[in-house]
């Protein structure tokens, strides 16, 4: 599976991005997905999950009511949907395709990462 991130760029506080996700691959349908993020200086972190069939979400309480994570398996697409947004969310975003059979959440059970885009909110 190949992941082209898309739709990053320079938010002011309380602003809105939608990130989008392109899968190759004809099992797109059969992958979960995530999305992660890393600040400089900072770990790789968990922003939010979404189960084959796009029934079950995950976030973290740090984006929780703020983040939308979506996906349609017709166009291999994952995407998150950010809101209100911070000068914290600010880093380079990853969409991910989960590998492993482990907690949602562990950036080891993703076996396959995009090349990220930079989400940037001033204050």
């Known amino acids: 599976v190949q992941l082209v991130e898309s739709g990053g760029g320079l938010v002011q506080a309380g602003g809105s991005l939608r990130l989008s996700c392109a899968a190759s691959?004809?099992?797109?349908?059969?992958?979960?997905m995530g999305w992660f993020r890393q600040a400089p200086g900072k770990e790789r972190e968990f922003v939010a999950a979404?189960?084959?069939?796009?029934?079950?979400?995950y976030y973290p309480d740090s984006v929780k009511g703020r983040f939308t994570i979506s996906r349609d398996n017709a166009k291999n697409t994952v995407y998150l949907q950010m809101n209100s947004l911070k000068p914290e969310d600010t880093a380079v975003y990853y969409c991910?395709?989960?590998?492993?059979?482990?907690?949602?959440?562990?950036?080891?059970?993703?076996?396959?990462w995009g090349q990220g885009t930079q989400v940037t909110v001033s204050s």
């Open positions: 991910a395709a989960k590998s492993g059979s482990s907690y949602y959440t562990l950036a080891n059970d993703y076996g396959h």
């Open positions: 979404i189960t084959r069939r796009g029934d079950y979400t």
């Open positions: 691959g004809r099992t797109f349908s059969s992958i979960a």
